[in-house]
């Protein structure tokens, strides 16, 4: 409730700003609609606008899952061999420097235009942020933890299970936290390439239709997805932190 009421003030200004530019411009509904107009057609095509939804949130947490899986994987490989890394860390580096929309055609075109293309940007974007703040901190375990542990005669995989993954559970938390924001975007970003269904697809038929009101609503309900995915992340990292301690 508390983060509610913080969001609400922002939030009911940036509409307030938005609505007065209308009002004080006068610009063509289809150029830019205001805030009242666009909340009117979201609730009046809820349901549409819903089934949509649910079809972008089932690519998101599937592409979480994923996501989230492969990057603890990888930062746990690469943080245990140092040649792997020399090898393969800056490839990761140098991977985030391609543009998603460049390979968003491609994976259309090697998974097709269901819902799997549309998972493997979600993931592609996920990865990243999750490898990188997990590998981070596993690699900063604090060293007095370490040194302790040498001194009490601890064997590797005791000290990588017992000291080096919990300390670095911070770091994966968040990591997830980051990943949650952005996984919408790649979902929606395999649906503008190819989809029959999704937000993304209703966003470009709404402008190919000059619809523009609608377009906005799609907008606002991927924005509230990626908040809500945020603080859904927030909450499970403060439990688990919690239940560490």
Do not use: C
């Amino acid at each position: 409730m508390r983060a509610l009421a913080r969001l609400a003030l922002p939030l009911m200004a940036l509409l307030g700003l938005w609505q007065g530019l209308v009002w004080l411009l006068a610009p063509p509904p289809f150029i830019l609609p205001g805030p009242i107009r666009v909340l009117g057609v979201l609730w009046r095509e809820r349901a549409m606008i819903a089934g949509h939804a649910l079809v972008t949130l089932g690519e998101v947490l599937a592409g979480l899952v994923l996501g989230a899986a492969l990057g603890w994987g990888s930062a746990l490989g690469l943080a245990l061999s140092g040649r792997l890394r020399r090898m393969l860390q800056p490839v990761l580096v140098a991977s985030q420097a391609i543009p998603v929309f460049a390979l968003a055609p491609l994976f259309t075109l090697w998974f097709g235009y269901g819902t799997a293309s549309k998972v493997a940007m979600a993931l592609l974007i996920i990865y990243f942020p999750v490898t990188s703040a997990y590998l981070d901190a596993l690699l900063h375990t604090p060293p007095g933890w370490l040194a302790q542990a040498r001194v009490m005669g601890a064997r590797p995989r005791a000290v990588l299970w017992r000291i080096r993954m919990p300390a670095a559970l911070p770091g994966l938390l968040a990591g997830m936290k980051i990943a949650a924001v952005y996984a919408p975007i790649g979902a929606v970003i395999g649906e503008w390439v190819g989809a029959s269904r999704g937000l993304g697809y209703l966003m470009l038929m709404a402008n190919a239709r000059a619809k523009t009101d609608l377009m906005f609503a799609a907008v606002l309900v991927v924005a509230g997805l990626a908040l809500a995915l945020h603080r859904l992340a927030d909450l499970a990292a403060a439990r688990a932190l919690a239940r560490r301690s």
